[in-house]
């Protein structure tokens, strides 16, 4: 088959579910495909696989390449390094369409995390069918043709780096990171007023008082989203609640029904939870059901067990993540950190860490806490630090125990309190909550935080608020 007919596919880890879909798909539509890998679920670096693909177009083997990986944007910046590639990330019909008839972009790139797979086979398909045939159009493509060899005709890769990067340079930053780690108040003007608008007298918070500014405490946690986390200092006082956007709403009984997934983001809507926390089954569902809601959309992985091989937990939650996805709690390898193997253990979740980070996601690393000693919960606990969770959490609600006001501030210790803690299992009144709040918990896993809610606003719980186990 000519190469007028050949596409050149590739991914990394992260894209190979969806590249093994469109693989199928364009073979079935008569094309000739080559499959530059990856091919397995393991790790992998994503330059490698763009800049084969990049070399089959840019030499013409293929006429045009299509490249996938979590967000879509690092392939496109190194294929683009191949010259004669003009590669182009499209994530809806628009950007595709424009691609090809503005830039005649010959490699495309998607997000695998972004894109459903309705919407990227119609992209790939419009992709390889569109021409770029304008004139003005034409010209301006040869323009950035020849930006390929920069002025004097110098290679890129003999272009030095202004980029400091002496063992004095280093060490500078080094210095510069710790003064400003310890003295957080150097970074941000003070935000902390009394009663008279000025700064408040003797505030031990060194002017960053979330006691008395609660707007500028909440403006930062919407601008920056459910993954920040705010601290203060010991003698502040009692921060005021709201529970509910501390809560995941959670339903992850057996034999809920679409009925009650529905309820549960609706009460999610309502009382404006954190998220809804469902199994994967049911997050496409709650995706579109909270479409304009502040609540997001949480899940579970190699769930209740954790026994599941990482590279399959990190496909779930790449799949989960491209129907909707914002959070996933992973159920670590419990018989790994059991057995003290605490190098496999810190492998897990970094396999799944890299998978939600890169799609910009939240991992919250399940630990199973009435199952372990103290020791292995801390081992637990430093081993998600170490693999960059974003959250260390207590239980599944599934085993022999749930939270405890111990657990919980044994693990926010282990963290140095640099993650968040979310205690979940057995948490059933507004009491029990505001116990795990107090001993350092950040999030709430709860089936019934309608109740729990009613209760810290003094409102009276119905019967049906408590129902479920978690």
């Known amino acids: 088959m000519s190469a007028s007919k050949r596409v050149s596919v590739g991914s990394d880890h992260g894209g190979l579910s969806l590249k093994q879909i469109i693989v199928k798909h364009l073979r079935a539509g008569g094309f000739d495909v080559l499959d530059a890998g990856t091919h397995t679920p393991e790790a992998c670096d994503y330059p490698v696989f763009a800049r084969a693909v990049a070399e089959t177009v840019a030499s013409g083997q293929a006429f045009r390449g299509i490249l996938v990986d979590g967000a879509g944007i690092g392939s496109a910046m190194a294929a683009n390094k191949i010259p004669g590639v003009r590669a182009a990330m499209a994530f809806d019909l628009a950007t595709a369409k424009n691609a090809r ?104 918070a060194g002017g960053h008082c979330a006691t008395k500014c609660i707007p500028a405490v909440r403006s930062v946690i919407e601008c920056v989203g459910p993954g920040c986390r705010v601290s203060s200092a010991p003698g502040v006082g009692e921060v005021p609640k709201d529970l509910a956007p501390y809560i995941d709403h959670t339903l992850l009984r057996a034999d809920a029904t679409y009925a009650d997934i529905d309820k549960l983001c609706a009460e999610a809507a309502q009382f404006g939870f954190a998220s809804v926390c469902v199994n994967p089954l049911y997050v496409k569902r709650c995706a579109q059901r909270l479409q304009g809601a502040r609540s997001l959309v949480c899940t579970v992985v190699g769930f209740p067990l954790g026994a599941t091989p990482k590279e399959i937990k990190a496909l779930e939650a790449r799949r989960a993540i491209r129907d909707g996805a914002r959070e996933v709690d992973m159920v670590i390898a419990i018989g790994a950190l059991k057995s003290g193997d605490l190098r496999y253990v810190e492998d897990d979740i970094r396999t799944v860490s890299e998978s939600v980070h890169d799609a910009g996601a939240i991992l919250k690393v399940i630990l199973e806490t009435s199952l372990l000693t103290d020791e292995e919960k801390v081992a637990g606990c430093l081993a998600a630090k170490k693999a960059r969770a974003d959250f260390v959490k207590t239980s599944t609600g599934f085993s022999t125990g749930g939270a405890t006001a111990h657990d ?22 507004a009491g029990d909550a505001e116990k795990m709040i107090a001993a350092g918990a950040t999030r709430i896993g709860a089936s019934v935080g309608v109740k729990i809610v009613k209760e810290a606003r003094g409102q009276k719980a119905a019967a049906s608020d408590g129902k479920g186990a978690y």
């Open 101 to 204: 008839e503005h830039n005649d972009a010959n490699v495309l790139t998607l997000g695998a995390s972004y894109l459903p797979e309705d919407r990227a086979l119609s992209i790939v398909d419009l992709f390889l069918t569109t021409d770029c045939t304008v004139e003005r159009h034409l010209r301006r493509v040869a323009m950035v043709n020849a930006l390929d060899v920069p002025r004097g005709g110098t290679p890129r890769s003999a272009m030095s780096s202004s980029t400091p990067s002496s063992p004095e340079f280093e060490s500078l930053v080094g210095r510069i990171t710790a003064i400003l780690a310890a003295n957080p108040f150097l970074l941000a003007p003070v935000t902390c007023t009394g009663p008279s608008g000025g700064p408040c007298a003797g505030c031990p």
């Open 408 to 429: 919980v501030a044994l693990m926010a210790q282990a963290v140095d309190h640099k993650l968040g803690v979310k205690a979940s299992g057995g948490i059933r009144s």
